[in-house]
Nanobody, 124 residues
């Protein structure tokens, strides 16, 4: 499975961006697709995840109420709608696929496939 993320860019604080990630292979109902981010000088951190079959979502606390993860309209696509963006949201955003829902989905090690990342810059 290859993942292609897109939609990053420069936005002012309070603005919105929509990221998309398309998987080249099939995503099964037992899989999950998630988003992580890595800010300059910091470790990569979990942002959001959606279980592919049931559509259950989970977010890190700092983005709850501002970000929304969903299955995209195109096949094997996941979107991340980001609203009320803050300078602290500046990071490279990565999409990833987990092949099991049994492992902790906020951990990087639970994911098998990763996209190349897309840069989001939020200016103050």
């Amino acid at each position: 499975v290859q993942l292609q993320a897109s939609g990053g860019g420069l936005v002012q604080a309070g603005g919105s961006l929509r990221l998309s990630c398309t998987a080249s292979g099939h995503i099964f109902s037992s899989d999950a697709m998630g988003w992580f981010r890595q800010a300059p000088g910091k470790e990569r951190e979990f942002v959001a995840v959606i279980s592919w079959g049931a559509g259950v979502t989970y977010y890190t606390d700092s983005v709850k109420g501002r970000f929304a993860i969903s299955r995209g309209s195109a096949k094997n696509t996941v979107d991340l709608q980001m609203n009320s963006l803050k300078p602290d949201d500046t990071a490279v955003y990565y999409c990833a696929v987990a092949l099991s829902l049994a492992r902790p989905l906020r951990l990087e090690t639970s994911y098998t496939y990763w996209g190349q990342g897309t840069l989001v810059t939020v200016s103050s």
